[in-house]
């Protein structure tokens, strides 16, 4: 049968964004086709667009999202038509080196679909982190489905599926953030943000937050922040030190992607404190630290890929902490958009209007 549906491609390197006819295969052994609901406009779509990820275009672009499963294919098992689901780019195989350490949120060898959705004249597309969710409809690993409480809107459960999940994990699983610890992020936007919330719910005493954009710190103040420092203006290593006794944070996330926030990072985090690189720095970039001060500062240096989290484990316990109104998941949607409204989306976080703009089908 298949499908024929719309989807948002990215024909060439800083090409606008078009709408355009899709080929959506029946699902194959082990896959899956979902209806997506809502696809939230991350930073990592721009940056496919711009040719920063690969040259594998032309991209179906749009990875963020929820929907409801439409059919599966063969020897799939505990995923059904009709399923409420959150779409994940950490299929985890069970079977690699990582997850038969029992490490699965590591995992080197993640499933995405094996037959290709294709443009009208057969051509192969490349869908963004495996998903291509700008789209009336997708098609995937089965595994890369997360069943959910389908209370939660289809625009804010997407969210979990890259950057606000990236943010959460990168303060509750890889820094670890607990009871009482003192915390700075540097870069508030959706991923930031998602980092002060984390901390936030993991009960760090303190939590400090940076960016150059006075709108992301008043937001960062609604997801739980107790301080916050424009770096524009103010220099951001001493304010957090000073915010801290004049020792530094337990935990610093940098959640930018750039050497200067990292440095920033590294000097304002305390003795045996953690730093978390969650931010997606280009190939360009080299970072220069004396050895001496890595060394003599000990504790962790970190970096955090989806925030280490494990769909299964993860998404639905955060989606039943936001339906008990303990998680503020909401405050991530600035806008919904339509599927054509995508480049617009595009301009305004460049700009840094907007936390998230959520496509919604
Ligand atoms: N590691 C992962 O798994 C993962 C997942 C999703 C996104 N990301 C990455 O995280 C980063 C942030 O993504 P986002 O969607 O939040 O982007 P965003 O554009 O919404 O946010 C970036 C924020 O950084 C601020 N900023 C820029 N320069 C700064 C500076 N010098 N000092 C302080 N703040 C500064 C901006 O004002 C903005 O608020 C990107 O690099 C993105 O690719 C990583
Ligand atoms: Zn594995
Ligand atoms: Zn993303």
């Not at 949120?105 to 959705?117: I, P, R, S, V």
């Not at 609604?222 to 000073?242: K, L, M, P, Y």
Request: glycine fraction near 14%; hydrophobic fraction near 40%.
């Amino acid at each position: 049968m298949a499908y024929e549906v719309r989807g948002v491609i990215a024909r060439g390197k800083g090409q606008a964004v078009s709408l355009e006819t899709v080929h959506v295969p029946d699902p194959g052994p082990g896959e899956a086709v979902v209806n997506v609901q809502a696809c939230g406009v991350c930073h990592t779509d721009l940056h496919y667009r711009e040719g920063g990820i690969n040259d594998d275009f032309p991209f179906l672009l749009g990875h963020e999202a929820a929907g409801v499963v439409e059919a599966v294919g063969e020897g799939v098992s505990g995923l059904a038509p009709g399923d409420y689901v959150i779409l994940n780019w950490r299929a985890v195989c069970g079977q690699c080196r990582a997850c038969l350490r029992g490490r699965p949120w590591y995992c080197f060898n993640t499933h995405n679909a094996t037959q290709k959705m294709t443009l009208e004249d057969g051509t192969e597309l490349s869908p963004a982190l495996g998903i291509g969710a700008f789209a009336d409809k997708t098609l995937v690993a089965a595994g890369q489905c997360t069943k959910v409480d389908p209370a939660a809107s289809a625009a804010v459960a997407g969210l979990l599926g890259c950057g606000v999940m990236a943010g959460l994990g990168a303060a509750i699983n890889t820094g670890g953030v607990t009871r009482g610890d003192s915390v700075a992020v540097i870069g508030c936007g959706g991923v930031g943000g998602a980092a002060v919330l984390g901390s936030s719910l993991a009960g760090a005493a303190k939590i400090i937050a940076v960016d150059v954009d006075d709108r992301k710190l008043e937001w960062a103040k609604s997801f739980g922040a107790t301080h916050t420092v424009n770096s524009r203006t103010t220099d951001a290593v001493e304010a957090i030190r000073e915010l801290t006794g004049g020792f530094g944070a337990d935990v610093v996330i940098e959640a930018v992607g750039r050497p200067e926030t990292y440095k920033q990072a590294f000097y304002a985090r305390d003795l045996a404190g953690t730093v978390v690189l969650v931010g997606v720095p280009t190939p360009d970039m080299t970072l220069e630290l004396p050895l001496l001060d890595v060394f003599g500062r000990g504790g962790a240096l970190k970096s955090s890929w989806y925030g280490d989290c494990l769909p299964s484990r993860d998404f639905p316990m955060l989606i039943d902490l936001y339906l008990q109104g303990r998680l503020n998941l909401d405050g991530f949607v600035t806008e919904t958009i339509a599927l054509d409204g995508v480049e617009q989306a595009f301009a305004k976080m460049h700009h840094g209007e907007v936390l998230r703009s959520v496509v919604t089908l």
